[in-house]
C-alpha cells in the first residue's frame, strides 16, 4: 500500500528492489528503488513512542483516511477534514455551513488513541460565475474583477470537491469553446480532444447551462 512516497508491504524486503520504467514518461526514463527503511508490528502499537515510529502512524492515519472516504462524508482538499453536505444549514441565503470532523491518531502512554475534532465548513451559496457577473457590473472593470479572484480558494461542486487556486480569470475562453487534451501523460500515442461541455455531461452528469 502506497501512503505518499512510501510503501508499505506485509512481506519482508531484503536488501534492494530496483525497478526501470519500460517506456519514457514526459521523454524521461525512471529508476525506482525500493528499500526498507524502518518495520513495526501492530500489536506493539501500544507500548510505541510515538517520534519513534512516525512510519506507523503514516500507516494507520492512512487507513482511518481510506474508510472515511468510503462514507458518506465528503472530503474537501488533501488533509483529513471530512464533511456531511447533507447536514448544511444556510444563513441568510449568503453562507453555508457544512459541519464535520478532523481526524488524526496519536500513541500516548497507555496505547494508540483515534482523535476527532468537530470542525465547520463556510461556504458561499453563489457559484463564481454568479460572483462574476456581480462583480463585473459593480466594478465596470475586468483588471480590478481580477485582483479579486487572484489567491481565491474555490471548490468543485462536482467530483471529489476538490478545492483549487485561482490565478486569473480567462476572459477570452469559455466552456463553449474550450476542448480537453484525453490521453496517458507522456505517451507517444495520439491524443483525442472532447469539448468542455461534452466532458462535464459524461464524467460528472452536470450540465454547463452558460456555457458563454
Known sequence: MFVGNNL????NVEGKTTIESPKPFFNRFYTIIIERVSEF?????ASMKMEDHPFALSFINS???SCLRNSKLTQIGRNPRFFMPSEARTFNDTVETWPGFFTSSWIFQR???L???NISKFLSVDNCLT???ERLDRLKNETYVNRDFDG??????YGQKRTYKVHRICWDMSP???FFEQGEQGSTAPTTKIKMLDYFLKNYEKKITDPK
Open 131 to 133: 460572483i462574476i457577473y
Open 115 to 117: 482523535i476527532i475534532d
Open 176 to 178: 463553449g469553446t474550450y
Open 41 to 45: 508490528l501492530l500489536d506493539d502499537l
Open 8 to 11: 508499505f508491504s506485509t512481506d
Open 63 to 65: 487507513i482511518i483516511k
Open 152 to 157: 481565491a480558494i474555490v471548490m468543485a461542486n
Open 111 to 113: 496505547g494508540l488513541y
